[in-house]
């Protein structure tokens, strides 16, 4: 909350509470809920319909329909858009989905107390929040780039469990969030790194983070 109270953008989230309580105290947020997290809910589902009853199951028409929506933003990085294209080539495309979604989100009746009905109303609480995305080129339907981010934090508890002290475990995770963000901005990280050791005394640390455009353009990774 403290890093983000003078934040103004999007946030890609899941419906953790603490997401809408920061876009509460800070009304310059908004949120974007996560698509892979709502299909999550329907793909625990199918695990368990035989192969004859998949093509009855409402589980599968909505991952079936929000597939469409991921096979379309996949097609839009294959052929490299830009945020401005991506956004008319949503609003071109995405409405009528859109559409198929709701109906079986809103307009189906479901079994009381099932487990489809538990992840439609999973779907329904973060209905007003899922298609933000339809106002910015930029925004991701879902968080997977964040989770395979912090993935490594995750292998490496153990790592953490060693550092010797709380300061020791910050300050390996502000090193893991150094990487991680020249590694999102296509930094060259082990020649980046060497360079911020040898220059961190002499230079202005804002000069030296990885979004900084002088170097981007030095370690920018061809």
Partial sequence: AAW???YR????????AGYTKLKKDNPNINLQRCFAHVRRRFMDIIKSVPESDMKDSYAAKIIEVIGRL???EAEY????LTPREILKARNKTHPVIHKELEVLVFNTLYKPNSAIEGAINY????????????????VEISN?????A???FVLNRKVFMTSGSYAGARYTTQIFSIIRTAR??????SSYLEYVLDNIQFSPIETLLPYHPDILKRFKNT
């Fill in 70 to 72: 991921f096979h379309l």
């Fill in 77 to 80: 990085k294959r052929q490299k």
């Fill in 144 to 148: 997977n780039i964040a989770e395979r």
């Fill in 123 to 138: 779907t329904k609480k973060v209905w007003p929040e899922l298609f933000t995305y339809m106002d910015s080129g930029y």
């Fill in 9 to 16: 953008g999007t946030i890609v989230c899941d419906d953790y």
């Fill in 150 to 152: 912090v993935k490594p």
């Fill in 4 to 6: 983000l109270k003078d």
């Fill in 184 to 189: 999102i901005n296509d930094i060259n990280v």
